[in-house]
Nanobody
Framework: QVQLVESGGGSVQAGGSLRLSCQAS????????MGWFRQAPGKERDFVAS???????AYANSVKGRFTISRDNDKNTVYLQMNSLKPEDTAVYYC???????????????????WGQGTQVTVSS
């Protein structure tokens, strides 16, 4: 079983930046995608970004050009650098891992094997 611990959420004004971190433990993740989802109040949990161990990645259209996902395989840690934040980015952000055997890096929630506990990101206008 994989344990995921997120950190780095908080409150920021529009246009600001935050960096989320998620450290995994419990097993090797060499065959797993690591990534992030987010869920705003009253809405579904949506894909944000994911990254393969070799560095290739995918992003939701809504965050392309503003968010950057990265991964430190030695530390079993995935990061999400969020720049030019907008009020509509306000949500609980969840770290996620998914065993990967090919195909698109975009993931649906039902494909995720393990979730973090979530960290709140609030962007004020």
């Amino acid at each position: 079983q994989v344990q995921l611990v997120e950190s780095g959420g908080g409150s920021v004004q529009a246009g600001g930046s935050l960096r989320l971190s998620c450290q995994a433990s419990g097993r090797a993740l060499s065959n797993y995608l690591m990534g992030w989802f987010r869920q705003a109040p009253g809405k579904e949990r949506d894909f944000v970004a994911s990254i393969w161990r070799m560095g290739s990645s995918a992003y939701a259209n809504s965050v392309k050009g503003r968010f950057t996902i990265s991964r430190d395989n030695d530390k079993n840690t995935v990061y999400l650098q969020m720049n030019s934040l907008k009020p509509e980015d306000t949500a609980v952000y969840y770290c996620a891992v998914r065993r990967y055997s090919g195909g698109p890096y975009y993931s649906r929630p039902e494909q995720i094997d393990n979730w973090g506990q979530g960290t709140q990101v609030t962007v004020s206008s």
